[in-house]
């Protein structure tokens, strides 16, 4: 079956960093887009970053651009997510999700980044 661990969250202060992983199994990983999307306290989704199956194109929301940096490595089946100059408001549960098309994903159960002082 499809499985998607995320891991690397945790607590951290105002600018510091955090690298994010996502381990991916059951499908083959280098035929999928994958996204990392994060939910913070009292809000919904938010898009973060996705990146195309060759890791050439990346895209990311406005509130992350230039602080964050997704990769991936095929051979590992594995997704990153390298974050920086975090911001208190950036702390959200952050979930990795395989792009299925058409609006379809997969997700993972997600880990949690605190960003405090």
């Known amino acids: 079956q499809v499985q998607l661990v995320e891991s690397g969250g945790g607590l951290v202060q105002p600018g510091g960093s955090l690298r994010l992983s996502c381990a991916a199994s059951?499908?083959?990983?280098?035929?999928?887009?994958m996204h990392w999307v994060r939910q913070a306290p009292g809000k919904g989704l938010e898009w973060v970053s996705h990146i195309n199956t060759g890791g050439y194109d990346t895209y990311y929301a406005d509130s992350v651009k230039g602080r964050f940096t997704i990769s991936r490595d095929n051979a590992k089946n594995t997704l990153y997510l390298q974050m920086n100059s975090l911001k208190p408001e950036d702390t959200a549960l952050y979930y990795c999700?395989?792009?299925?098309?058409?609006?379809?994903?997969?997700w993972g159960q997600g880990t949690q980044v605190t960003v405090s002082s």
């Open positions: 059951g499908f083959t990983f280098s035929s999928h887009w």
């Open positions: 999700a395989r792009d299925r098309g058409g609006w379809d994903f997969d």
